[in-house]
């Protein structure tokens, strides 16, 4: 039944696509919406049934259906979409920020600290040293000296090594997972996003002044500093915002916290904050600091699964595998060699923190899955370096494809052989619970 609803839905749009194909934008955005959030949601009860997480649906969904092959939603359509990205990337941040129960994750601090940096930084390191040994293969690299060569590869290592919450929120979700493996990956690329945000900054600087494009770097601190203090400010008065809601208000719960959302994500971006770091703070203050976790929670399962499902519909929308057939090498070389130094490093740091073996074997996987914050890298860098920052932004959003396509279903398997799959006692109505 689920192929044949999704075969009508593929009639209807190619029906409305062929005979309105004059009509307004915001017409086809309105359609495109639609027909992304019921096909994905089917695609992804498919994927489930043969053993995929549903999310995995959701890119192929986009992907298919997206400018790269079908092209039923247009490029046009996928730009106007971008506001469901940065609600659903607040939205999964403040989830995620309420999965970070301080006092529950004491125990695993320590593992996550050396997870971040023996797995995290030594990754990055990794990647850095591999770009400049494919130089030859990376043709923007040519005629940079030693120095140049090395501030570029650097900057692109750090785009190269961003994390996914989003799809470790969402697998734990569908799969109902808890315990030390999934908190961990979960703490661990919270903490990575955090690292690389900062580290991108500072690489980033310190390019652009060697390559003589100027770069003030007391302004580049000021900016720094803005963002993630003031993000982080302004997300924990929110997060007091949304639970003096919580315990004061009855009723629109829901509305509310969509409504705060998109402030979070359309408001902070426009005053030059991170909407992801504004969420995190509000869901961690909102869990350790206040009543109101257990509710905000729930209200928030209840009105996921849409968010979910076009959240990652529309990032398929965005995927150019077509730019593999250029840079399909390089980039398959990374994803070998930032999954090797994931896997390896976690396991590393797991055994120097003591971590459980479950811990050391399966941690690393939910470090692969890449999303939002690397495609948001990777395209900042293309704007950072327009002399060749189009032909190193293909090389990474070939990296983070492929790894948004192969690395979830690894992650998946993780869950399940480590045995927490199946562990929470409150089946969520949202991502997973469909």
């Not at 092209?71 to 999964?92: Q, R």
């Not at 120097?352 to 990777?378: D, M, R, T």
């Not at 060749?388 to 983070?400: K, P, Q």
């Amino acid at each position: 039944m689920n192929w044949v609803i999704v075969a009508v839905l593929f009639g209807l749009m190619r029906a409305i696509r062929t005979f309105a194909e004059a009509s307004p934008s915001s017409i086809g955005v309105s359609v495109a919406l639609g027909y992304l959030l019921l096909t994905g949601f089917f695609v992804g009860r498919i994927f489930a049934s043969i053993g995929l997480p549903k999310l995995t649906g959701y890119l192929a969904t986009g992907l298919a259906v997206g400018p790269a092959a079908l092209g039923l939603v247009d490029s046009a359509m996928v730009e106007s979409l971008t506001i469901v990205n940065g609600m659903a990337v607040a939205l999964i941040a403040l989830t995620a920020g309420l999965e970070l129960e301080f006092g529950a994750m004491r125990p695993l601090f320590r593992t996550i600290r050396w997870i971040t940096l023996v797995g995290i930084l030594g990754t990055a390191l990794l990647l850095a040293l591999a770009v400049l040994a494919m130089k030859e293969h990376l043709p923007f690299l040519a005629g940079m000296g030693t120095a140049e060569s090395l501030a570029v590869a650097t900057v692109l290592a750090v785009v190269m090594v961003a994390q996914s919450p989003a799809v470790v929120v969402a697998l734990k979700n569908e799969l109902l997972a808890d315990g030390p493996v999934s908190r961990t990956a979960l703490g661990v690329v919270v903490i990575a996003d955090l690292v690389v945000i900062l580290l991108f900054a500072l690489a980033s600087s310190v390019a652009k002044s060697v390559l003589g494009s100027g770069s003030d770097l007391g302004a580049t601190a000021g900016a720094l500093v803005w963002e993630l203090l003031g993000s982080l400010v302004v997300g924990a008065v929110l997060g007091y915002v949304l639970a003096f809601y919580m315990r004061r208000v009855r009723g629109g719960a829901s509305l509310f916290v969509l409504t705060l959302v998109f402030i979070m994500a359309e408001v902070g971006r426009r005053l030059h904050f991170d909407p992801l770091l504004i969420a995190l703070a509000a869901g961690i203050v909102v869990r350790n600091l206040t009543a109101a976790g257990d509710k905000v929670h729930v209200t928030i399962e209840e009105t996921s699964l849409p968010v979910y499902v076009l959240f990652f519909t529309v990032a398929g929308t965005s995927l150019h595998l077509d730019v593999l057939a250029t840079v399909g090498i390089p980039a398959a070389v990374f994803v070998l060699v930032r999954g090797a130094g994931l896997l390896v490093g976690s396991r590393i740091g797991a055994r120097i923190a003591g971590a459980s073996p479950e811990v050391q074997k399966f941690a690393g996987f939910g470090l692969l899955p890449q999303a939002g914050l690397a495609l948001a890298l990777s395209m900042l860098f293309a704007k950072t370096f327009p002399e060749f920052g189009e032909a190193a932004g293909a090389l990474t959003l070939s990296v983070v494809a492929l790894n948004e396509i192969l690395a979830p279903v690894a992650f998946r398997i993780a869950l399940v052989r480590s045995g927490e799959a199946g562990k929470r006692a409150d089946a969520p109505s949202g991502a997973g619970g469909h």
